[in-house]
């Protein structure tokens, strides 16, 4: 397993970071690529956080939270998308409302679903008869066939 050091030159300040292989753990310190000093192994510690744009995103958050009062801070992954925010004082984007006028429309999805499973069983059930007939391959069985015709 490769492990990265941090060496720091005395006579320029140079600092540089070598990756070892498991066979390079123990040899000497490197030269300085910057004037050929020998360098002198460096102790930092490790990063809890993560990199530098993670330290700064958290930074970010804890300003608009604590300065701006947001509630809610999802961050945005690509680097050139925007964050969505909702400040304390606004109300969540979907209305309670909504909820009201689906609520007879759920009511009849749920009686749909129950006469179909009285009348077809369940999903599983229908699977299980499909496998048994025929109808639908037997995909776990095909892999486990073409695993072992790959084995001999």
């Known amino acids: 397993m490769p492990i990265v050091r941090t060496y ?3 006579a320029c ?3 540089i970071e070598v990756t070892l292989s498991a066979d390079q ?3 000497g310190e490197p030269d300085c690529p910057m004037c050929a000093a020998r360098t002198v192994q460096e102790f930092k510690p490790f990063a809890i956080t993560g990199g530098i744009s993670t330290r700064a995103a958290d930074i970010a958050e804890s300003i608009i939270t604590t300065d701006y ?7 945005e992954t690509r680097q050139e998308g925007t964050p969505a925010v909702r400040y304390r004082d606004e109300k969540p984007a979907t209305p309670a409302s909504t ?3 689906a609520s007879a429309a759920l009511e ?4 749909v679903g129950r006469q179909s499973r009285k009348k077809y069983g369940s999903g599983l059930d229908v699977l299980q008869a499909n496998l048994a007939s025929g ?7 095909n892999s486990k066939r073409n695993k072992m015709i790959k084995l001999w």
């Open 99 to 101: 909820w009201n006028g």
């Open 13 to 15: 300040n140079h600092w």
């Open 135 to 141: 109808a639908e391959p037997d995909l776990i069985a």
């Open 8 to 10: 720091a030159c005395e």
């Open 69 to 75: 009062h947001a509630a809610d801070f999802q961050r």
């Open 25 to 27: 753990w123990e040899e």
């Open 108 to 111: 009849q999805a749920i009686a």
